[in-house]
Structures are given as structure tokens and as C-alpha cells.
């Protein structure tokens, strides 16, 4: 049984970063997914693979591993340097590209 460790990455549909701050034990699928002939659907006949686990902390993530038997992997998740733009960026007169289309 393997898993791993992560921070979930910010959504695509918002500038903020809630629900990034804690950390998420996700079980690796044991079995490969099956395609249901009836309606196309991919399954599975495990559910471990659907279980995510929230922490607020890495180390309580780790503990609770090691404490269930769990090999687990960390994924450390690459910094970005927030880019602090402003609308009023957009009508500078030193601008390098063209304004419209």
C-alpha cells in the first residue's frame, strides 16, 4: 500500500490560495481502472484510491503513515513568485507590446 504527500495546487478558477494550506495523504490506485461496457465509465473495484486524507501539517501527514504501516512520498511543491501586476499597467505609454489586438 503507497501513497502520497502533497499540497494541493491553487484552483485555476480564482486568484486566491484557499484549501492550499493543508496537506493531502492520497492512496495510490493498486489495481488499473476498467472501463464499464454499459456506459463507458471508467471503475475500479477498490475505493482506497478515492480516499483523501487532509492535515494541516506535513508531519502529521508523515506520522500518520508510519503509524499505519503506509509508504508514502512527498511531493514538495515548487514556489512560484506571486506576480503583482495592476490595471493600470495596461495604459502605460512605456509599454514593450501593443496595447490592443
Known sequence: ?????YQPAKTAMSSGTAKTKS???E???EK???KDPLTGWNGAGETRSQIKL?????????NYAA???????V?????RKPS???YADNFRFDRTGPWSH
Do not use: D, N, Y
Open 23 to 25: 496537506w493531502v495523504l
Open 84 to 86: 503583482q501586476k495592476s
Open 54 to 62: 487532509k492535515f494541516p501539517t506535513l508531519e502529521e501527514a508523515q
Open 1 to 5: 500500500m503507497s501513497a502520497r504527500i
Open 75 to 79: 511531493e514538495r511543491e515548487r514556489t
Open 27 to 29: 492512496f495510490a490506485p
Open 67 to 73: 503509524a499505519h504501516g503506509i509508504a508514502a512520498r
Open 32 to 34: 488499473p481502472s476498467v
